[in-house]
């Protein structure tokens, strides 16, 4: 009975095995890529001294592959089993194990495994070739490179190849003296073949030319930190703010994990020479080089001349009001350095290949506003209450022109003029009490017969009309003042159930002072969310009160703050890749760069240069500001 037991169990775990390795071997047809996984996992864990183990490994790791899971390593897996697969399961998974290098940055590895690959099997049309080039040209060691130069020298492509490859990566090092070098070789050498050896020779002589007029670790600062408006020094301070935070905090880790502490010169004017040691790194610090636009358009493009001629950075952050920053684009266009300006309004050149804005744009922040109230709040009907300057009449006309775009409709329009000060402290009072009340409707004419019954009812006055549903109230970065005026006014006219539309410049720490109770309800629209509970926000504060927290007077990061710190960090994460540390390549991976996570929001560039970031919107909720999401 007991020898009848065994067979029946020796009998069912050869049939499981059969069972498992043909299930697999059926693929898609027979199972999902993630019951394929479950199926190889329970061969490989049960059956490891099985003759089939390398073939059911093999089809786990391929199941994981086509799940864009990483591939897993196993010391039973070693050459011999590898060897005992066929052809090409041998080519297929070292192609798979390939590309799971190349995604932890390990490209030597990444290019060795599809040179063993070319061993088994001679992929067509080149295609192994372009991507082992590819991988080979992203290494940051030449010894690496040159090692496998060496192992593979039978390998005829390669060789000829192996300048344009040392040239690279002597260029990803810093090492502009080397690259010359390998140039020279492929001159003298006539290894130009066809039109793409062309324009790989091209591409290397324009970024050793380039970087021997850069510093690829100077960046540019041109900020009207000496305007004569109070206003823009303070917003051009809180600039300056975010990017010293970027450059002092540098993104990374050492050895061991830890951050890496601050850098202490951060605009020292560092100096580094990579000439030298073939294997030393690019540094890892940046520089900020300074200079005041004093929202003057002459001296803003002057300026960009100077940073880039004498102080060769590799691109500029700045500035912020427009003209100066119309004016500094047109220049640094001329002059093929990327300038990322922070005006909100500024034109940006058309067809411009070097110039961008990493500002959400009025006309984007109104178009989404709109969309909000109308599909959120279900608003159809607006009043625009606006001041009297050039950005107040700016945002009217846009609002008014989105509105009608989006099928809804302006009842009412009004404008007021900020107070002024006058003799003695005393300031001329604003009318809103006629404004709202030209809204509602209270001071149009009244029949005689009406004002007579309502004077019998002990009512001289008409009851308001509020046949708006929102109100739409653009301030400036001086707004507070304004909403302290407007706030207590919608109740008067029984429009306090009416919601308050606002800008990003409602997105202040005075606001809730400033409302006293009576914003209760307003929805305004911003990209910074300043009380955020997400880690990278947690750490921007923190940062923030480290640095700056000995202040007297200590006041919280600002959506400018933001700003300047996301513009540093973006440069500097394009910069640490050794293939955009030329100011042309940099300005093609802006272009190209995918969304980008930071303290604003998710950020990219349009070809154009303008920036699509994310739109967060925001409601005064009982003395609370709180973020809600459509």
Do not use: C
Not at 208 to 228: D, H, Y
Not at 341 to 365: D, G, I, N, T, Y
Not at 466 to 488: K, R, T, W
């Amino acid at each position: 009975m007991l020898v009848a037991t065994q067979d029946h169990d020796r009998d069912a775990t050869a049939f499981h095995r059969t069972y498992l390795i043909n299930l697999l071997r059926a693929g898609e047809e027979a199972a999902s890529f993630a019951e394929q996984e479950a199926t190889a996992r329970a061969f490989v864990e049960h059956y490891p001294n099985d003759k089939r183990f390398p073939e059911a490994y093999f089809l786990l790791n391929q199941a994981l592959f086509q799940q864009g899971k990483p591939l897993e390593e196993s010391f039973l897996f070693d050459g011999e089993a590898l060897a005992s697969l066929t052809r090409k399961m041998q080519a297929v998974y070292l192609v798979m194990l390939s590309k799971d290098k190349a995604l932890a940055g390990e490209f030597g590895e990444a290019a060795r495994l599809l040179l063993e690959e070319r061993k088994i099997r001679v992929f067509p049309g080149g295609q192994r070739q372009a991507q082992i080039e590819e991988y080979l040209g992203k290494l940051l060691d030449i010894g690496v490179l040159r090692k496998i130069l060496s192992d593979h020298s039978q390998v005829e492509w390669l060789n000829k190849r192996a300048p344009f490859l040392l040239a690279r990566v002597f260029l990803n090092l810093g090492i502009v003296a080397g690259a010359i070098q390998e140039v020279r070789k492929i001159v003298t050498g006539d290894l130009v073949e066809n039109q793409a050896d062309r324009e790989n020779l091209e591409g290397l002589n324009e970024e050793i030319e380039s970087r021997n007029s850069i510093r690829p670790q100077r960046i540019g600062v041109l900020l009207p930190l000496g305007s004569s408006s109070r206003l823009l020094r303070s917003l051009a301070v809180q600039t300056f703010e975010g990017l010293r935070m970027a450059v002092q905090f540098p993104e990374g880790k050492n050895r061991e994990g830890a951050i890496l502490p601050p850098i202490p010169n951060y605009v020292s004017g560092l100096r580094e020479d990579f000439s030298g040691r073939e294997n030393r790194k690019p540094p890892t610090y940046f520089e900020l080089v300074v200079r005041n636009s004093g929202n003057n358009a002459a001296l803003a493009r002057r300026m960009v001349e100077e940073l880039v001629q004498e102080e060769r950075v590799v691109a500029i952050i700045g500035p912020i009001a427009r003209a100066e920053s119309e004016a500094a684009a047109e220049k640094a266009e001329e002059l093929g350095v990327p300038l990322i300006s922070l005006s909100l309004s500024m034109k940006l050149p058309e067809e411009a290949s070097f110039v961008f804005r990493h500002s959400k744009s009025q006309a984007e922040e109104i178009r989404d506003l709109v969309s909000y109230a109308m599909n959120y709040l279900h608003a159809r009907r607006f009043a625009i209450l606006y001041p009297q300057s050039g950005f107040g009449r700016s945002m009217m006309r846009r609002f008014w022109r989105e509105v009608k775009k989006q099928g809804g409709k302006i009842v009412a329009v009004s404008s007021y003029r900020r107070p002024r000060r006058l003799s003695r402290g005393r300031s001329d009072q604003v009318k809103f009490n006629e404004i709202f009340g030209k809204f509602t409707g209270k001071d149009r004419p009244v029949d005689p017969a009406d004002l007579e019954l309502a004077k019998k009812l002990n009512d001289s006055l008409p009851d308001p009309i509020v046949d708006f549903d929102a109100i739409f109230i653009p301030v400036g970065p001086s707004g507070m003042q304004d909403l302290q005026l407007i706030a207590p006014y919608p109740v008067t006219v029984d429009a306090e159930n009416v919601k308050l539309l606002g800008n990003r410049f409602w997105n202040q720490n005075g606001l809730l002072v400033a409302g006293n109770g009576k914003l209760n309800g307003a929805v305004f629209i911003d990209s910074f969310d300043r009380n955020g509970v997400n880690p990278d926000l947690l750490v921007f504060r923190g940062r923030h009160r480290t640095i700056f927290g000995h202040r007297r007077k200590y006041h919280p990061p600002t959506h400018y703050t933001g700003l300047g710190y996301d513009s540093a960090r973006i440069l500097i994460k394009l910069l640490n890749d050794p293939r955009h540390r030329s100011r042309k390549r940099l300005a093609q991976a802006l272009k190209k760069m995918e969304s980008f996570f930071g303290v604003t929001g998710w950020t990219r560039f349009k070809r154009t240069g303008e920036s699509v970031k994310e739109s967060m919107f925001f409601q005064v909720k009982r003395g609370r500001i709180v973020r809600i999401n459509p």
